[in-house]
């Protein structure tokens, strides 16, 4: 008998003892899990699932998917290419009962995202969560205080921003609220620096196409 199975967006068509990769799941290895989304189980169709029918399997491992490398070139005046690799996460399973009743009452953990918030992780915030209201509201201003403190000093020693080439006061508050706020500190930048705040901010190559690195070092010295 087979089953269409659906998780991490996928839908994937599976018979017992099957091995199978699908999205990463929280879940260790040696662990049993339990599909609940079930599209369809041998002759039967479901509405979009099939009600009281389920797949189980055993973890078997967390691996990693090949390597992706992701291309980018701008041909623009100030030209930039940049390389990226990535590699998905993923679940290694084996496909041990595929059952067409009872699925609901068979009392085997149903499989969850690695990124979805489990009903566990809520009950474990939970005391957290009430702990934090029933706190002073004295000891709350006490710890807002520093950053108030901090806030109001950044634009005093902070450079102007906006002396770098094409850096209006938009892009300035942006780099301020990032915590950008001195030419050595764009001076200092990494690829790896570059690359996270041209993500972060969406700058889309504007810092190697602008020259802002080479133009802080020269601030600076100024």
């Known amino acids: 008998m087979f089953a269409v199975l659906k998780t991490g967006g996928k839908q994937y068509k599976v018979q017992s003892g099957d091995v199978l990769r699908v999205e990463k799941l929280a879940a260790d290895a040696g662990e049993k899990i339990q599909f609940n989304e079930i599209l369809m189980v041998g002759a039967t169709v479901g509405a979009p699932f099939v009600e009281g029918a389920a797949v189980q399997a055993d973890v078997i491992d967390q691996i990693k998917g090949e390597k992706v490398i992701h291309f980018v070139k701008r041909r623009r005046k100030h ?3 940049r390389t990226k690799g990535h590699r998905q996460q ?3 399973l084996r496909i041990t ?3 067409e009743k009872g699925g609901d009452k068979s009392g085997v953990r149903a499989a969850i995202g690695a990124g979805s918030v489990s009903s566990v992780a809520v009950a474990a915030a939970a005391p957290k969560a009430a702990a934090k209201k029933a ?4 000891a709350a201003a006490k710890a807002e205080a520093p950053k108030k403190a901090a806030k109001a000093e950044a634009p005093a020693t902070a450079d102007d921003l906006k002396k770098l080439s094409g850096v209006g006061p938009a892009l300035e508050k942006k ?3 990032a915590g950008v706020t001195t030419f050595a500190q764009i001076a ?3 690829d790896a620096d570059v690359a996270e705040m ?3 901010l969406s700058f889309k190559g504007r810092i190697e196409r602008e020259g802002w690195i080479e133009q802080a070092k020269e601030l600076t010295k100024g």
């Open 79 to 81: 030209g930039s290419k």
């Open 198 to 200: 041209d993500e972060k």
């Open 175 to 177: 780099l301020l609220e």
């Open 97 to 99: 009962d595929i059952l």
């Open 90 to 92: 993923l679940t290694l």
């Open 188 to 190: 200092s930048w990494s």
């Open 135 to 138: 706190a002073p509201k004295k």
